[in-house]
């Protein structure tokens, strides 16, 4: 909604351009616009697919500011940027971990699942990707001020990539309702943190409000450029996979500009002859979190806002804001949409957590979405599936307290063993352990 322009306007932004995807008109990219002045639909950042790229056009020896990111080395099918105007920490190249562990307990018992971990970050999320191009537009463009609501994930990110960029910054957060991991991060960065008391979505509300009437660049998912960056996580994992298609991507459905970033990049990817097929999207939501699950089910016919409730702090969104883009993910990739209970989402994360790698609770998400719909039918046993985990371990630590020592523990909780200091118990251990 907000429509303000924020500095000079060097020529070299003349490339850019972005696109309502409802009615279709055309703004150029010198403006911090996030919502069509015309008709208030979503926009997309254009970027020309009339060519044929390959997997050199990624690989450039000659460097430039940026090469050694995950996201800007992605040059050829992201907006074009002055040199100067990049903020970078050298985000990306993130692993994709393979593990047997976790397809058998997928179900896929003739297949694979493969872990693209996005908590490998610089400041431990997914989130970095689609900061890093959002604060090179708002540095390019002149803002004096950037601003986000959030759950805890980005509002770090921003932190990090505005004090990068020297630009000041805001975030909102639900009061009460942000693990204090991620509360720490944020406030370590420098950002002017502000408690909203309500939700995510009234924290958005009131920051898109704000944009409106005061010179402040809006850095949430709504923001075309966000996706920019988010995608090159679906660059990252074809190109680690030799460019062939998996079966499946399945990735946390919270504000869904995940689900909308990778349904472009999969398109943009298949436009320009990297993929021969596009693979399917299944998002994942928790069932008290579940507005787009909803909204799948009704056939993307009817679609309401609900209150959110689940212990996945990062997708705890009941009114997600890119809700038409990732519609369109989906449909054009013949994708699913499953919601599923955070005791089920907490014991995949335990999985997953043994598996070596762990993550926080909302990455989980693809892992359990992965295991129900096998189960269902909906996902061959033999399938070739890569989930996106979108932040590390240490993002909820007391996520993992409750699960692992609570007065409740889950399933799988690896509780702590008392003993007394006599060798006769330690060797007790030590043969469970062995046995086990």
């Not at 080395?73 to 050298?90: E, G, K």
């Not at 883009?325 to 499953?338: K, P």
């Not at 409740?408 to 006769?424: L, S, T």
Request: hydrophobic share 40%.
């Amino acid at each position: 909604m907000a429509s303000n322009r924020t500095g000079q306007t060097p020529a070299t932004l003349d490339q850019l351009v972005v696109r309502c995807m409802d009615c279709g008109r055309d703004y150029p990219g010198d403006q911090a616009i996030t919502r069509c002045p015309a008709c208030g639909g979503l926009l997309d950042a254009i970027i020309p697919l009339d060519r044929t790229l390959t997997p050199q056009d990624f690989i450039d020896p000659a460097a430039v500011p940026g090469l050694t990111s995950g996201v800007w080395r992605y040059r050829a099918l992201l907006p074009t940027f002055p040199n100067d105007a990049i903020v970078t920490r050298y985000e990306g190249n993130t692993p994709l971990y393979w593990s047997e562990r976790l397809a058998n307990y997928a179900g896929l018992t003739g297949g694979r699942f493969g872990a693209k971990h996005e908590g490998h970050n610089p400041t431990g999320s997914f989130k970095d990707r689609g900061m890093t191009v959002a604060l090179t537009h708002a540095k390019a463009i002149g803002a004096s001020v950037v601003a986000c609501a959030s759950t805890g994930n980005t509002s770090a990110s921003l932190a990090s990539y505005a004090a990068t960029a020297g630009i000041p910054a805001i975030v909102l957060i639900p009061e009460g309702k942000v693990s204090a991991s991620k509360l720490g991060q944020t406030v370590a960065l420098g950002a002017r943190v502000v408690q909203v008391e309500g939700d995510f979505d009234d924290a958005l509300a009131i920051l898109r409000e704000l944009t409106v009437t005061h010179n402040v660049y809006l850095a949430n998912s709504v923001n075309p450029y966000r996706p920019e960056g988010q995608k090159t996580i679906v660059f990252e994992l074809l190109e680690q996979l030799g460019w062939r298609a998996p079966d499946v991507i399945a990735l946390p459905g919270g504000n869904l500009g995940n689900t909308a970033a990778f349904g472009k990049a999969l398109s943009e990817a298949y436009a320009v002859g990297l993929i021969d097929r596009v693979p399917r999207l299944v998002t994942v939501q928790a069932e008290g979190a579940a507005p787009f699950a909803a909204y799948y089910d009704s056939g993307f016919d009817h679609y309401a806002p609900v209150h959110a409730e689940t212990i996945a702090s990062a997708i705890k969104i009941g009114n997600p804001a890119s809700v038409e883009r990732a519609r369109r993910s989906i449909q054009t990739t013949g994708g699913i949409v499953t919601a599923v209970p955070d005791t089920d989402l907490l014991d995949a994360k335990a999985v997953i957590d043994a598996a070596g790698i762990g993550a926080e609770p909302a990455s989980a998400a693809s892992l359990a979405g992965v295991r129900k719909l096998v189960r269902e039918g909906h996902i061959s046993a033999d399938a070739t599936v890569v989930g996106v985990l979108t932040a590390n371990i240490l993002k909820d630590t007391d996520a993992i307290a409750r699960y692992h020592l609570g007065d409740e523990p889950g399933e799988r909780a690896n509780r702590p063993v008392r003993i007394p200091a006599e060798m006769a118990a330690l060797e007790k251990v030590l043969d469970d352990a062995l046995h086990a």
